[in-house]
């Protein structure tokens, strides 16, 4: 009777197991997260990766469309909406930079200080040209390198003033 009693407790053992081992398998297929668009195993669609800190804040967003920056605590609006990029954020979600290619068929490299605040640019624009943009911390002074779109206009130099009117210029032609 004691031989029966734990045989049939080691089956007992068994069919449990395999009724467990069932179980997960059933789940895993039926419960697996399904991807956005189907894709090779060699291949990850996302449409935004975010990199947090050790305290859970993001420092790195990577996404199409980013989203807007944070300028001095406030969400602010730009100035067209960014097909993709990649921003980088202080540890108070402030934007310190990014890499951007606008809708427009802009792209740039920009430069924000610790409040949030655009200090340099590397850029093509369109329907500007492509350059480099340096700006004071207040944005009393910029300094703008322009190489035009339009091939009848020379490049310049321009210092501009917190108006953003041309207060000197510097050109070959000139």
């Not at 804040?57 to 993709?84: L, Y």
């Not at 990029?85 to 920009?110: C, L, Y």
């Amino acid at each position: 009777m004691e031989i029966r009693m734990k045989r049939a407790e080691c089956w007992l053992k068994v069919v449990i197991c395999l009724l467990s081992l069932s179980m997960c398998l059933l789940a895993s297929l039926l419960f697996r997260p399904k991807s956005i668009h189907a894709a090779s195993p060699e291949t990850l669609r996302v449409r935004e990766i975010v990199v947090v800190d050790d305290a859970g804040k993001e420092r790195i967003v990577i996404g199409a469309p980013i989203p807007n920056p944070i300028v001095d605590g406030k969400a602010v609006k730009r100035r067209v909406v960014v097909g993709a990029g990649i921003q980088f954020k202080g540890p108070d979600g402030t934007e310190r930079g990014g890499i951007a290619s606008e809708d427009d068929g802009s792209f740039m490299f920009g430069i924000d200080d610790t409040s949030g605040h655009e200090r340099a640019h590397l850029y093509y624009i369109p329907s500007r040209g492509s350059g480099v943009f340096l700006q004071s911390g207040n944005g009393s002074k910029s300094l703008s390198l322009l190489n035009p779109s339009d091939s009848n206009l020379s490049p310049k130099i321009e210092i501009l003033n917190q108006a953003g009117k041309t207060v000197a210029e510097f050109s070959p032609g000139k």
